[in-house]
């Protein structure tokens, strides 16, 4: 067997294993359940946004809330920002590309709800532009980020940094992360 691949299995494991011993980020993750199951029972939504892997992590998360989880139940409002081809390349055409989650937070984003932004280097700047959004709009900001958490730490309510600076072992622990507030919010919302 290739060796590398042991490395790589054990290098997600020792994330994962950091995670676990980081009462901080446990401890935040439970608060970003807890503000979204508040915000879908104040009738608001959860709007995810992120680039490349990022936003397909965005796109399952989202899946995950508004088709289900472990539960045959009714959806919740939830939706990854990017899906509509048509809006993302008109305004990356007609603005550019830093601009097409901030304009799409100022048109669905409301009070109350809830932006979850990812990036494994908390400095893309859409992502960035779409967080400054959010905050005027006074919208609770999640921000899903590599260690530092880069330029969306200054912005977030609440910060899911991964202890890593390998973006596909952040990208998993995203998707980790992901599934454990999926659940929370479920088993809250359906008890």
Do not use: W
């Given at each position: 067997?290739?060796?590398?691949?042991?490395?790589?299995?054990?290098?997600?494991?020792?994330?994962?294993?950091d995670?676990?011993?980081?009462?901080?980020?446990l401890e935040?993750?439970?608060?970003?359940?807890d503000?979204?199951i508040?915000?879908?029972?104040?009738?608001?939504k959860?709007?995810?946004?992120?680039?490349?892997?990022?936003?397909s992590?965005a796109?399952?998360?989202a899946?995950?809330?508004?088709?289900?989880f472990?539960?045959?139940?009714?959806?919740?409002?939830?939706?990854?920002?990017?899906?509509?081809?048509?809006y993302?390349?008109?305004?990356?055409?007609?603005?550019s590309?830093?601009?097409?989650?901030?304009?799409?937070?100022?048109?669905?984003?409301?009070?109350?709800?809830?932006l979850i932004?990812?990036?494994t280097?908390?400095?893309?700047?859409?992502?960035?532009?779409?967080?400054?959004?959010?905050?005027?709009?006074?919208?609770?900001?999640v921000?899903?980020?590599?260690?530092?958490?880069?330029a969306?730490k200054?912005l977030?309510?609440?910060?899911?940094?991964?202890?890593?600076t390998?973006?596909?072992?952040?990208q998993?622990?995203?998707?980790l992360?992901g599934?454990?507030?999926c659940?929370l919010?479920e088993k809250?919302m359906?008890?």
């Open positions: 067997m290739d060796s590398r691949i042991s490395e790589i299995i054990s290098q997600s494991i020792k994330v994962k294993q995670i676990l011993n980081n009462e901080e980020l935040t993750t439970q608060r970003v359940a503000a979204c508040y915000a879908l029972r104040q009738g608001n959860i709007l995810f946004c992120g680039n490349g892997g990022s936003a992590d796109q399952h998360l899946a995950e809330l508004s088709g289900r472990y539960l045959d139940r009714e959806p919740y409002f939830a939706e990854a920002l990017h899906v509509n081809t048509s993302l390349t008109a305004v990356a055409n007609d603005y590309f830093e601009e097409v989650y901030r304009r799409i937070v100022k048109s669905k984003g409301r009070k109350g709800d809830v932004s990812l990036s280097s908390g400095n893309s700047k859409n992502i960035i532009l779409a967080m400054e959004a959010a905050r005027e709009l006074e919208m609770i900001n921000a899903m980020s590599g260690q530092t958490g880069g969306m200054e977030a309510d609440y910060l899911l940094n991964v202890p890593s390998d973006t596909p072992r952040i998993e622990a995203h998707i992360i599934h454990i507030f659940e919010i809250e359906e008890a």
